[in-house]
T-cell receptor
Framework: AQSVTQPDIHITVSEGASLELRCNYS??????LFWYVQSPGQGLQLLLK??????LVQGIKGFEAEFKRSQSSFNLRKPSVHWSDAAEYFC???????????FGKGTRLSVIA | EAQVTQNPRYLITVTGKKLTVTCSQN?????MSWYRQDPGLGLRQIYY???????DKGDVPEGYKVSRKEKRNFPLILESPSPNQTSLYFC????????????FGPGTRLTVL
């Protein structure tokens, strides 16, 4: 069975600074990987996903993520954070077939002026 | 507009009073699921359904029931709610296949007194 670890519970960055949120997964084959964002009081919205091919994937809102098989990681990055990026971010891993997505426990991002 | 809807969005009830949270999707998705979100615990899957009349337990099914009589609807039933079921609940759907995007509803904030 697959699993996901998000090592950082809470991260604070300054507006305009770069951001990297960590995600490590465990799965025996090539996984499907997702990043979702949850703004305060909202549901979850898909930022980006990786299935195969280019290991650097681009998403919405200027986010990107890089799949590194050797490190079992799928870290989310943004070069310059905006105050509106303050939210909770979830990494998720899926497997072939109809097995459920497995989510990490989330990383809460705070943005300071 | 493609969406997952949940009702009610907010509910305060008392211990033991049966309640149902409805979930409906208009994307003809086969796969639907229910999650609860609690601080520090992330998203935990309660039940999921791979198609009409096919349901299965997730990680935390105790105290919950579901049914899938129609493809578009997947209600969550709490027969005898207890205070430890106070949580934020999300319904989600996706089409068949592990790599497909999962769409989330806006959430239902439930408080059981």
């Amino acid at each position: 069975a697959q699993s996901v670890t998000q090592p950082d519970i809470h991260i604070t960055v300054s507006e305009g600074a770069s951001l990297e949120l960590r995600c490590n997964y465990s799965y025996g084959a090539t996984p499907y990987l997702f990043w979702y964002v949850q703004s305060p009081g909202q549901g979850l919205q898909l930022l980006l996903k990786y299935f195969s091919g280019d290991t650097l994937v681009q998403g919405i809102k200027g986010f990107e993520a890089e799949f590194k098989r050797s490190q079992s990681s799928f870290n989310l990055r943004k070069p310059s954070v905006h105050w509106s990026d303050a939210a909770e971010y979830f990494c998720a891993v899926g497997a072939v077939g109809n097995t459920p997505l497995v989510f990490g426990k989330g990383t809460r991002l705070s943005v300071i002026a | 507009e493609a969406q997952v809807t949940q009702n009610p969005r907010y509910l305060i009830t008392v211990t033991g009073k049966k309640l149902t949270v409805t979930c409906s999707q208009n994307m003809n998705h086969e796969y639907m699921s229910w999650y609860r979100q609690d601080p520090g615990l992330g998203l935990r899957q309660i039940y999921y359904s791979m198609n009409v009349e096919v349901t299965d337990k997730g990680d935390v099914p105790e105290g919950y029931k579901v049914s899938r009589k129609e493809k578009r609807n997947f209600p969550l039933i709490l027969e005898s709610p207890s205070p430890n079921q106070t949580s934020l609940y999300f319904c989600a759907s996706r089409s068949r296949g592990g790599g497909n995007e999962q769409f989330f509803g806006p959430g239902t904030r439930l408080t059981v007194l």
